[in-house]
């Protein structure tokens, strides 16, 4: 069983930073992919942003420019820079492993004016 253990998030001002962290409990996992989804209320879970076993990283249209992705081994970053009303939600981490989705408890994160 692989657990997300996430910190960092919390009450910011618009156009404030806040940088989100996430750390697997098992440093032998293949991990094919990690990454950020996001969920405010009464709308489903997106996707905000992930970077694969190669490095490579996708971020959604809305947070293009403004978030960065990064990963150190089994420790996932996600810096959010220029903070807005809309980007309000609890996040969670996600890891893939051999076809298999992990989830964090989430973390909320609340963006003021």
């Known amino acids: 069983q692989v657990q997300l253990v996430e910190s960092g998030g919390g009450l910011e001002q618009a156009g404030g930073s806040l940088r989100l962290s996430c750390a697997a409990s098992?440093?032998?996992?293949?991990?094919?992919?990690m990454g950020w989804y996001r969920q405010a209320p009464g709308k489903q879970r997106e996707l905000v942003a992930r970077?694969?076993?190669?490095?490579r990283g996708y971020y959604a249209d809305s947070v293009k420019g403004r978030f960065t992705i990064s990963r150190d081994n089994r420790v996932v970053y996600l810096q959010m820079n220029s903070l807005n009303l809309e980007d309000t939600a609890v996040y969670y981490c996600?890891?893939?492993?051999?076809?298999?989705?992990?989830w964090g408890q989430g973390t909320q994160v609340t963006v003021s004016s």
């Open positions: 996600n890891l893939q492993s051999y076809g298999v989705d992990y």
């Open positions: 098992r440093s032998t996992l293949n991990i094919n992919a």
């Open positions: 970077v694969t076993s190669s490095g």
